[in-house]
Nanobody, 114 residues
Framework: VQLQASGGGSVQPGGSLRLSCAGS????????VGWYRQAPGRQRELVAA???????NYADSVKGRFTISRDNAKNTVSLQMNSLKREDTAVYYC?????????WGQGTLVTVSS
């Protein structure tokens, strides 16, 4: 199982970015996939997740601004991030729990600054 996260970058406050997590050796459509982030000096936290049935949940801090979605044909899970704030600055990771183990992507850095 390998996860490849991409799409990070630098953006001004109020801007948008779209992160993508591509999976190999795993079918996203039948698994829950989550996006997490870790800011400097802080613990890793759940940002958003999508279940195999399409149910989604979001951290309160990103509700209404971020949207998680899945493309089964491409076997990817995306995180559309709008109205970005400085406090969204972090390394973002995708994760899939599978058979008792957690599989993580390598992380992609999002920097929100003016």
């Amino acid at each position: 199982v390998q996860l490849q996260a991409s799409g990070g970058g630098s953006v001004q406050p109020g801007g948008s970015l779209r992160l993508s997590c591509a999976g190999s050796g795993i079918v996203f459509g039948i698994n829950t996939v989550g996006w997490y982030r870790q800011a400097p000096g802080r613990q890793r936290e759940l940002v958003a997740a999508i279940t195999s049935g399409g149910a989604t949940n979001y951290a309160d801090s990103v509700k209404g601004r971020f949207t998680i979605s899945r493309d089964n044909a491409k076997n990817t899970v995306s995180l559309q991030m709008n109205s970005l704030k400085r406090e969204d600055t972090a390394v973002y990771y995708c994760k899939v729990p599978l058979f008792g183990d957690d599989y993580w992507g390598q992380g992609t850095l999002v920097t929100v600054s003016s």
